[in-house]
């Protein structure tokens, strides 16, 4: 995509686009995926991009979001290539998810441990009965859509679009059983002495 731009310089796409086709948008996400999994992935300025894969993801979805915002597609000129102006609109979102206060951290199933120096056997303790106590919290939750929602998104790290659209529930109710999860295990936690 170095000298060619497909939105910028297909007119024929453009104006399909511009009109909200489904045909186009979905051209659109396919051809310029990379460059908003870019914004997200690699980042930009001070920011390194989302580690988390499922942060990177919401980061892109959310990224083709506002750029196919009526005011958004009305806004691109057709003369500039689309690859920047996509760019633009994905560090704007960005910010704004950074700047966002996050309710709740995604874990990989396990607190985040500080780097330490090896052969540190009270550390070593430490980490083994957090491992065990985590163990515990998971196998605690027995009602299947919450454990299917705990291994998904805190394990595995899987969208809440993707998790919602693969269980048959509604986003809203994915993030409330998200919400009720990361409540419970932070208490679950504390009643054992590691938050």
Do not use: C
């Amino acid at each position: 995509m170095a000298d060619t731009d497909l939105l910028r310089d297909d007119a024929k796409l453009r104006a399909a686009f511009k009109a909200g086709e489904r045909q186009a948008l979905s051209e659109v996400y396919r051809v310029y995926y990379s460059v908003a999994h870019n914004v997200a992935g690699r980042g930009f300025g001070n920011f390194r991009g989302f580690w988390n894969p499922a942060d990177r993801e919401d980061a892109v979805q959310a990224i083709f979001a506002a750029a196919f915002e009526p005011k958004a597609r009305d806004s691109y000129n057709g003369l500039d290539p689309y690859t920047a102006f996509l760019r633009g609109i994905g560090q704007n979102v960005v910010r704004r998810m950074l700047e966002r206060d996050a309710r709740f951290k995604r874990t990989d199933g396990q607190p985040e441990l500080e780097f330490r120096p090896p052969d540190d056997t009270e550390q070593d303790l430490i980490d083994a009965e957090t491992h065990t106590v985590v163990r515990r919290f998971r196998e605690s939750v027995s009602e299947p859509t919450e454990s299917a929602i705990l291994d998904r998104y805190f394990v595995e790290g899987e969208a809440e679009e993707k998790l919602a659209e693969g269980m048959g529930l509604t986003r809203y109710r994915v993030r409330k059983v998200i919400a009720l999860l990361d409540r419970r295990m932070r208490r679950f936690l504390k009643q054992h002495g590691l938050e």
